[in-house]
Every structure is written in structure tokens, then in C-alpha cells.
């Protein structure tokens, strides 16, 4: 127990030390940065539940970091680490990953002290549906409140049980399906969800790898082909970043996970691995692989790209300087401590934050939110409308030229836009404008050093500006 609440303060000491290093190049007055600093509310909550006859007292953590923009917003995760450290470290992170990524939501974050893996689904139901209750009568959830979705050990079966919770308790609220996201699509989701985080890692790095001049320091030529890529961690956001990543023609040469690692110089098949993980529940004995029994050491092998996609605080002062990779993607929350990144730094590695890279999950919830509020299927009113106009793009060109496309050729060219096509086209112009305005802040201030300072700057600036303009400080 008492690493678990070690490793959650050394995570929120690590938040803090970036949110100060950024912090004074705002030359904001002190009062208002110790404002966004802090957290607003801690709520911890200690429920009953009987489980195999037995009552077990489970403990709830919902944490609100800032209100400057309602809801707020976060995921819920399962975990016997649970501690009241680590979800306020990431509750902070996502705030300033909100602002990062100009989604209008405050941050927030909520844990759950259990073991997914050891509960039946029954039980995991029993203390899903009473966290939820928990958080009803205490006015922390709901669409204009505050709106959890899923995080490590929590999926759409999860948001579910705590959307149909909040419908009984609120029947008749049109809006309540958008208590939380991450929701199955059956039950008010929406499509594009479930990839998002790996896709918005994937975005990330390819706008990172546009820039010539950023590259050529890294002694790296632009795009994604042929870069060699080893990925900590093949649960949903590892594995879309492998996939995204490796049909862009990058080169997936190791995997890590728990139970042990898999590495091959010339390129893994993603959907291989995945495949063969699904059908023997462990990613080992991969057929032309070589199975690495200490996956940590994976973090040390050579490549072009290593993107942590696990948990917290995997890159420490012990292992840093053996990092080989040239660039960092931090795919999960907080994979680099703050005496890591010192090292990482000064060896000319380049970490690309997660409080940028990450946003893929929350920037698609917002859209998820939206939808249910709206209450229509994005691209219904206008799929149809896209179509025909297109069509007749099309029948004017084969009337200039005299030639006719095939049915199949026309289906291609005139086809409109769906939910899961406007949702990938909404992250992708997110994660590229975003990175851009964290790259053109580092271009105009170079004394932030590296791109993560940068992106707390400019997340400190927006927020900042929400705080002032609604008249809270000067």
C-alpha cells in the first residue's frame, strides 16, 4: 500500500513541477496561477457492497481540478492503486489537455479501489451502478456537471451501467445520455470512439514528423515510413497507435506488455499480434518473434520512436539515461518523471507530452457530448445532401468529357460523410492545429526549452484568459 500512494505523489509532485516550470514564463500575477494550480473539490466516498456473501467497503475518489469551464470532465479507473495522489495529479492533467486541445471542459478525473481482473462482472456491475448513485446524490455528475467516462480497467460496459444508473435517478432529462462517454454507440456513443486516443497518438506524431527542420535534428527524415517504433503497453490505446502507425508504413519492432515483451528488427504484424494475444491471452511465443522476458528493459532498445502507452511514472532517473529512442510519445499519463525528463533532455531526446498527444479520447468524447445533447446522429441531416451535390459535380464532368465511371468508381467519389468520417476529421484538425499552436509558442518564446513546457504555457494562457474575462481577477 504504501508504494501506491508513493508512486501517486511522486506522479502529482511530477504535474506540479511542470505546471511551475511553465508557469513562470506567463508573468501572470501569483494569486491566479495558484488559482489554476489547485484542485477545486476532492470527493471520497466509502460504499458498501456485498460480495460472495461478504460486505466490502469500496472506496470512490471523484476529483474536480478546475471549474473555470463547466463540465468537467474525466475518466473513471479501476485499479487497487487507486490513490487520492494519483487522480488529483490526473485530474490536473486534464485540464490543461482540455485547454491543450481547445475542448471548453474543466478537468477531472475519478478511481475506484478494485481489481477488475479479480471481481466477476456481476460484482463489477453491483459497485459501478452505487459509485454512480454515490456521485448522483452529491451533484458530481451529469451533463452540465461534471461527465466521467472510461480510463485504465474501465470500458463502454462500465459507462453503460453508470449512464442507464443516472437515467433512473433523472427520468426524463433528454440530455442525460450525456452524463458520461465512452458509451457503447447502441446506447448514445459514438463511432470512432473507441480508437481515438490511438488515432490522436498516431495524428500527433505525423504532424510532429512534417517538420524538416525538427527532424533533421534528430538526424530523422520526414514522415512516418520506415521509422522504427517499439510500443509499452497493447491494451486499446497501444494498440491503435501500433495500428494507425504501422499502416502508415512505420516499422512496429517491439511490444511490451505485462506478462513479458515481443521484438522483431524487421517489423511486427499489428493485427498478428493482436490476433494471436486474443486467442492465447498473452502477446509471448509470437511466431518469428523473439520473446523479451523483462518488458521494462524493452524501454531501453534501440529505435526511432518509443511510445509509452501504459501507465504512470515508467521512465525514471534509473532507466533514463539508458533511452535510446529519439523521440518520446507519451501515449499513456505521465510515463516520464520529472528527473527522467531532465536527462531525456539534455541527451537531445524529444518528448512529445501527453497532455497534447493523449487528447485523442477527450477531444472525441467532447464530440460524443455534443451529440448527445443534440440529440442526432452526426452527418444524418447532411450525408444525403453531400451526395447529391457531389453527383452533380460528377455528371457535369462526364458530360464534359463523354466518359462514363463505373457504379462502383461513382459509390467512391460522391459518397458522403458519415459519423465516423467527421469524427476522425474533427480529431485530426485538433491534434494538427493544436500542435501547431504549441510549436509556434516554443518558436516565439525558445526559453520554454521543449515542447511540453510550451503546452502548459499555453494552457495556462487560455485558462488564464477564461478567469479573466469572467471578471474573477484583473
Known amino acids: 500500500m504504501g508504494n501506491y500512494l508513493e508512486e501517486g505523489k511522486k506522479f502529482l509532485d511530477t ?3 511542470y505546471y511551475d516550470k511553465a508557469a513562470k514564463h506567463t508573468g501572470l500575477p501569483q494569486g491566479l496561477l495558484e488559482r489554476i494550480r489547485n484542485c477545486n473539490s476532492v470527493y471520497k466516498v466509502y460504499f458498501p457492497v456485498e460480495i460472495d456473501g461478504e460486505i466490502h467497503n469500496i472506496e470512490g475518489i471523484r476529483v474536480q481540478h478546475s471549474l473555470h469551464k463547466l463540465p468537467t470532465k474525466g475518466g473513471i479507473r479501476y485499479s487497487p492503486e487507486v490513490s487520492e495522489d494519483e487522480v488529483k495529479a490526473l485530474a490536473t492533467l486534464m485540464t490543461f489537455k482540455c485547454a491543450v486541445v481547445n475542448v471548453p471542459f474543466g478537468g477531472a478525473k475519478g478511481g475506484v479501489k478494485i481489481d477488475p481482473r479479480k471481481v466477476s462482472e456481476k460484482v463489477l456491475e453491483k459497485v459501478t451502478r452505487r459509485f454512480a448513485a454515490e456521485l448522483i446524490k452529491k451533484n458530481l455528475i451529469g451533463p452540465s456537471l461534471d461527465v466521467p467516462a472510461p480510463d485504465y480497467g474501465t470500458s463502454g460496459r462500465e459507462m453503460g451501467w453508470i449512464a ?16 458520461v462517454t465512452g458509451k457503447p454507440v447502441g446506447i448514445g456513443g459514438i463511432r470512432g470512439r473507441t480508437e481515438a486516443t490511438g488515432l490522436g497518438v498516431f495524428y500527433g506524431i505525423r504532424e510532429f514528423l512534417n517538420y524538416e527542420d525538427d527532424v533533421k535534428k534528430l538526424g530523422l527524415t520526414t514522415g512516418i515510413k520506415d521509422k522504427t517504433v517499439i510500443i509499452q503497453g497493447f491494451g486499446n490505446v497501444g494498440y491503435h497507435s501500433a495500428k494507425f502507425l504501422h499502416e502508415a508504413g512505420a516499422k512496429i519492432i517491439g511490444i511490451a506488455e505485462y506478462e ?22 498473452s502477446i509471448l511465443n509470437f511466431p518469428g518473434a523473439q520473446n523479451i522476458e523483462n518488458s521494462l528493459s524493452m524501454l531501453e532498445m534501440e529505435c526511432d520512436i518509443l511510445i509509452p502507452a501504459a501507465l504512470e511514472n515508467q521512465i525514471t532517473k534509473d532507466n533514463a539515461d539508458r533511452i535510446k529512442a529519439k523521440i518520446i510519445a507519451e501515449a499513456a499519463n505521465g510515463p516520464v518523471t520529472m528527473l527522467a525528463e531532465q536527462i531525456l533532455l539534455q541527451k537531445g531526446i524529444v518528448i512529445i507530452p ?40 460528377v455528371d457535369t464532368v462526364e458530360a464534359l468529357t463523354g466518359k462514363h465511371l463505373s457504379y462502383e468508381e461513382r459509390s467512391k467519389i460522391v459518397q458522403g460523410s458519415d459519423e465516423e468520417d467527421i469524427v476522425r476529421s474533427g480529431l485530426e484538425d485538433t491534434m494538427i492545429g493544436s500542435y501547431q499552436e504549441i510549436r509556434e509558442a516554443l ?19 487560455k485558462i488564464a484568459l477564461s478567469y479573466q474575462l469572467m471578471g474573477i481577477f484583473p
Open 15 to 17: 504535474v506540479m513541477y
Open 164 to 179: 442507464d444508473t443516472y437515467m433512473t435517478f433523472k427520468f426524463g432529462d433528454t440530455d442525460a445520455q450525456g452524463c
Open 260 to 281: 513479458g515483451g515481443i521484438y522483431n528488427a524487421n517489423g511486427l504484424d499489428v493485427e498478428a499480434v493482436f490476433k494471436h494475444r486474443k486467442e492465447t491471452k
Open 354 to 393: 501527453d497532455l497534447y498527444l493523449n487528447a485523442g479520447g477527450v477531444t472525441v468524447s467532447y464530440f460524443e457530448w455534443l451529440k448527445n445533447l443534440s440529440n442526432v446522429r452526426f452527418g444524418r441531416m447532411g450525408k444525403r445532401a453531400e451526395e447529391k451535390s457531389y453527383g452533380k459535380i
Open 443 to 461: 518558436k516565439q518564446k525558445p526559453e520554454l526549452g521543449d515542447l511540453r513546457t510550451a503546452a502548459f504555457y499555453i494552457a495556462i494562457k
